[in-house]
């Protein structure tokens, strides 16, 4: 891309053509043309520069997804400013795990102002950690003036930060990502050529949060930059009514979108059959499953269900991203010919305990007893490289399942102010992803994630989390805890299963009340339920030679005790 | 208690199939533990259901939907009417 930065590659959007449409409902929607957006980004960043912030200042934003929000990340960014998003207090979580996240994250950012909306509750604002300088500001409602603001903006070097993105983390240690624009734009040229995005035709649909890369940058930094229509409506609208989204695709003609595995069974499931045909899908090109493993099954259900709307099969598509590289490493192969045929994800299946047991891939015929079957991420983009490594650091051929390194020209330098972390995470100029996979015929395929991590309805959770909150119940030997995932076919998502241990047999007889007690203790610390607990006797978790709760170990024994669980699909 | 509070508590009973477990109309429920989030979104979807509104998620917080009285303030808050 020619831009040296992202302000330069908005600034050359015509200026009358549609930028944002944010639905709102049925019949009320807001729309700003790029010409516009960039007017009411001035006005912000005038507002931000009456309160002193400036070139490398942090600048937090906590508001509800929309044209606000966004016009005032860009104005930040006008500054040099360096934005991020939070995500804005909901019913969805949890009140107590909202504080703690939101102190940890605005503490390690030091922000110079942190902008909130005009209803931003009054109970969080005391865990928004602010520096003495600091300032709290109530964003402008409505309209900032006629006349555009004359702000003097400095040079925005292609090396300078644009701005940090969050990547996901354990509860209040959400990890900030510090982008500079040359990586952005990097990502985005890419993206362009690998999506064949094509302005004039283009229309993103979007209900992705900002606060995350998929929302953030496949979103709402594309179509900036691109020039690319989007319209978009709240992650909790979407939730409620997930309906919605195949009314808007139809409305506006929409081409492109990004959806989390799940999203492709919840739609369906949560649209009555009699209206399946209603929706006009003809015009999604790309609809790309991103963020959580991506699973066969699930495309093939939405599939089913609106090929009569018009959905095509070789709109199914698939991507690999992370905060940390921007966003995607590799994008399955897109076809602009009229053929009907999938050119999507691959798709194979393999022998299941050579798998499980010899982390070796060893294709077998579809449908084969004991097969597993992985849908492919896509292929490399350009400047991604990807090294699959052993536990012991081994550089692993293709066909072996280890964890997933990548290399790129659009990989972040650290973790904010978290040099710990960094050291971590990059080494020798490898990002350590923590995800496990293989490449296989130039596929990249990701089968789960290293550290055990959960991802119940697309948000990741630690287990050590919720297994510290059951530990500290009286009743339950500290330590000898376990929490897994269970895929839960009928939502497309993991579901929380706990093992403990009880400190004496005897507990075990009032097993229901220390049951109840442990749901509340998690829901109220984490905001997630548990689906099942097995309270076990003392002794029954399979420990590691150093003592502790051997994860693996004791998975394969509660498995072996009680198949119902399905652990895994 | 009105009918439609009366519904909504024999919905959250089913919902959480918990023997023993008494409700009514101020029996906190989030805060207890008693549902989680998924559940409220069923829970906001039911409420919608019931009082013929159209309630922007966005506007609305756990506390807002601690008990079923709390749930009824709330749609008469927040609520536009359905079409």
Redesign the interface.
């Known amino acids: 891309m020619q831009f040296r930065n992202l302000i330069e590659a908005l600034d050359a959007a015509p200026p009358g053509r549609p930028f944002i449409t944010a639905w709102?409902?049925?019949?009320e929607r807001a729309t700003v043309t790029f010409g516009e957006f960039r007017r009411r980004a001035r006005g912000q960043a005038a507002v931000l520069r009456k309160h002193g912030v400036t070139v490398g200042d942090r600048v937090v934003i906590i508001m509800?997804?929309g044209i606000p929000a966004m016009t005032t990340f860009a104005g930040a960014m006008m500054l040099g400013a360096e934005p991020t998003f939070l995500a804005?207090?909901?019913?969805?979580?949890?009140?107590a795990k909202y504080r703690s996240g939101l102190a940890g994250v605005t503490a390690n950012l030091s922000a110079k102002a942190v902008v909130i909306d005009e209803?931003f509750?009054d109970d969080m604002l005391g865990h928004v950690a602010l520096e003495a300088e600091a300032k709290l500001l109530r964003a402008e409602s409505g309209r900032v003036g006629d006349r555009e603001p004359e702000i003097e903006t400095p040079r925005l070097p292609a090396d300078s930060v644009a701005f940090i993105q969050h990547s996901a983390g354990t509860t209040g240690l959400q990890k900030g990502v510090a982008l500079t624009h040359a990586a952005v734009l990097r990502q985005l040229g890419h993206l362009s050529r690998a999506l064949k995005i094509d302005a004039s035709t283009d229309h993103i649909y979007s209900w992705l949060p900002l606060y995350h890369d998929m929302g953030l940058i496949a979103c709402f930094m594309l179509p900036m930059a691109l020039h690319v229509p989007v319209v978009m409506q709240?992650p909790?609208?979407w939730?409620?009514h997930p309906e919605t989204m195949l009314q808007i695709i139809g409305e506006h003609k929409c081409t492109l979108a990004w959806l989390p595995n799940f999203a492709f069974q919840f739609v369906p499931r949560r649209t009555p059959q009699s209206r399946w045909t209603q929706y006009d899908l003809s015009s999604i090109r790309a609809l790309i499953n991103c963020s959580e493993p991506v699973r066969a099954s699930s495309m093939l259900e939405f599939q089913t269900a609106f090929a009569p709307a018009g959905f095509k099969a070789s709109a199914l598509h698939s991507s690999y991203a992370m905060a940390e590289n921007v966003f995607a490493v590799t994008q399955s192969e897109i076809d602009q010919s009229e053929n009907d045929w999938p050119t999507g994800p691959a798709r194979l299946w393999a022998d299941g305990p050579q798998f499980r047991g010899a982390h070796q891939i060893v294709p077998v015929g579809e449908g084969s007893s004991g097969a597993v079957s992985f849908t492919s991420s896509g292929r490399l983009l350009p400047g991604q490289e990807v090294r699959i490594v052993s536990d012991a650091g081994a550089i692993l051929g293709e066909s072996y399942v280890g964890e997933i390194l990548v290399r790129s020209d659009c990989l972040f330098n650290g973790y904010y102010n978290r040099p710990d972390l960094t050291a971590q995470a990059i080494v020798d100029g490898w990002y350590h992803t923590g995800d496990l996979g293989f490449s296989l015929g130039g596929e990249l395929y990701v089968v789960g994630r290293k550290k055990d991590l959960l991802i119940i309805?697309g948000e990741n959770i630690y287990p050590q989390d919720i297994e510290e909150i059951v530990s500290a119940h009286p009743a339950v030997h500290d330590g000898r805890v376990i929490a897994m995932g269970a895929y839960n076919p009928s939502v497309g998502t993991e579901d929380i299963v706990v093992v403990a241990e009880v400190e004496r047999e005897e507990l075990l007889a009032s097993a229901a009340e220390i049951e109840?007690e442990i749901?509340?203790?998690?829901?109220?610390g984490m905001?997630?339920?548990i689906r099942t607990i097995f309270l076990k006797p003392p002794k029954w978790i399979v420990k590691s030679t150093a003592g502790k709760a051997a994860r693996s170990a004791t998975r394969e024994k509660l498995v072996r005790e009680h198949p119902e669980l399905g652990v895994d699909s | 208690m009105t009918e439609e509070a009366q519904q909504m508590i024999e919905h959250i009973a089913r919902l959480i199939r918990k023997p023993g477990v008494t409700l009514d109309e101020n029996t906190p429920l989030v805060s207890s533990g008693l549902i989680d989030s998924m559940a409220l979104i069923d829970l906001l979807l039911k409420l919608e259901d019931l009082t013929h509104m159209r309630i922007p998620a966005g506007k609305v917080q756990p506390k807002d939907l601690d008990t079923v009285v709390k749930m009824f303030a709330t749609a008469q808050r927040v609520g536009k009417p359905q079409k």
């Open positions: 709102i409902d049925e019949d509800p997804q804005y207090p909901n019913f969805k979580i949890e009140p209803e509750p709240s909790l609208d939730v409620m309805g109840s749901r509340s203790r998690v829901v109220a905001g997630v339920a």
